[in-house]
């Protein structure tokens, strides 16, 4: 079967990597306010600049839920006909939720450009991102999951045939075929990865005695760049979305006391299903991490409803209820962005004492406000973490507190 889904096969597939032209396409329901849909499409707009796609048009409608054919009504698939008619050189759609494999064999048919939704957008991303075998693995698990439930409307020359009620006959029995090469590779893939994750334990296991620390947050918040401060060196960091994939572990020592701190892929609302339950084995150094360092862009202007995406993951890998420092990054441009010129140092002062305020009734006392690219407040952010961890060890080590 050639899968023409499978966004990982080879570099021809998925979004180019130099820069296309894209449209995004998003349904507002009675639930959701005009700012929730504004925010997830810049969301979307970020991820398709991410994955080298330029997007010149947003087409947004309202609908009490989105149309079970097209997504979008009628009357708003026709103007983005009309739209990509007019302009020859967009040559992809990309809807802001997940579409069956009917639905997008339907818009394929009627728009005639290539058709990509949330997810197969963000597997997109993780596959370009993807370097260890580990994580390669987990991302073609993740393709696998996604394509298996779209396989029948994938099958476009099936409605052609117009069989019986079931469609009986030779595209039956190629479809079954195809289902069952794609759970077989399901099968064989979850395989490798356990084989991969018993490896890694065992490396856990070795270094069990140290604390360990994990980076954990929203994507793009500043992760990396945390982690090259803390453990000078150099991971990668770029000012986009799932920059890091792979977890980096590294091992840090202040004051003589050594801990191992971990950079974790980053969470995102939306997140398909399948793509955290495929890299749940990644995220095993957020499950047995003793404190999670959770790091926040209070510049985005958003960023209460990020935590509260984090927040849920974490539930979902039950580890919310691990001892947490909140860090609070990109102060430079909070104050760019809220500070203008005009304003005095009282009214500063008056801002930022509501926003500490409001943030510890909601979080507690544990929590920080740095500029990791300003290298501002990084020693507190040292000291506070040096005492949690300090604190850990003579718990952990009563009579004997590790130090080396």
């Known amino acids: 079967m050639t899968n023409e889904w499978n966004l990982k096969v080879d570099e021809k597939k998925g979004l180019a990597k130099s820069s296309e032209k894209t449209i995004l396409v998003g ?59 007019r302009n020859q050189d967009v040559s992809s759609v990309i809807f802001d939720d997940d579409l069956s494999g009917k639905q997008v064999s339907i818009l394929e048919e009627e728009l005639k450009v290539k058709i990509l939704d ?25 393709q696998m999951q996604y ?10 020359h099936l409605e052609r045939q117009r069989g019986g009620i079931g469609m009986r006959g030779p595209g039956e029995t190629e479809i079954e075929t195809d289902r069952r090469i794609v759970r077989d590779k399901i099968s064989l893939l979850k395989k490798k990865l356990e ?24 994507t793009n918040v500043g992760k990396s ?19 890091t994939l792979d977890t980096t572990v590294r ?31 990644t995220l095993d150094e957020v499950r047995e991490s003793d404190i999670l360092i959770h790091v926040i862009d209070v510049a985005h202007p958003h960023f209460e409803d990020h935590i509260k995406t984090v927040q849920k993951t974490l539930i ?11 860090i609070f990054n ?28 409001n943030l510890k009734n909601d979080l507690g006392e544990n929590l920080l406000f740095i500029s990791a690219q300003e290298k501002e407040n990084i020693d507190l952010l040292r000291s506070t973490l040096a005492g949690m961890i300090t604190e850990l060890y003579e718990k952990r080590y009563p009579y004997q507190p590790k130090r080396y």
């Open 195 to 218: 084989k991969i994750d018993k490896q890694n334990q065992t490396r856990r296991k070795q270094r069990s005695d140290m604390i360990r620390a994990a980076l954990v947050g929203y």
């Open 225 to 243: 760049t945390i982690m090259n401060l803390l453990s000078k060196s150099e991971v990668f960091a770029e000012n986009k979305l799932f920059a």
């Open 316 to 326: 979902e890998l039950d580890s919310a209820d691990k001892p947490t420092l909140y």
């Open 27 to 85: 349904v507002q329901t009675p639930e959701q306010s005009d700012e929730t849909v504004k925010e997830h499409l810049d969301e979307l707009e970020f991820l398709a600049q991410t994955a080298g796609a330029q997007t010149e048009r947003i087409f947004m409608q309202k609908l009490r839920s989105p149309d079970r054919r097209t997504f979008v009504g009628k009357g708003k698939l026709e103007e983005i006909a009309s739209y990509i008619e």
């Open 147 to 156: 394509l298996l439930p779209r396989l029948r409307g994938l099958w476009t």
């Open 118 to 142: 949330r997810s197969s957008l963000i597997l997109d991303i993780f596959a370009s991102r993807a370097q260890t075998a580990q994580a390669k693995t987990q991302v073609e698990l993740a």
């Open 251 to 281: 091992k840090v020592v202040f004051d003589n006391m050594p801990f191992l701190l971990s950079d974790t892929v980053g969470f995102i609302r939306k997140l398909p299903h399948h793509l955290v339950e495929s890299f749940k084995s």
């Open 330 to 357: 990109k102060m430079d441009l909070y104050r760019e962005r809220y500070f203008d010129d005009y304003l005095e140092e009282e009214g500063k002062t008056e801002i930022m004492n509501e926003l500490v305020q």
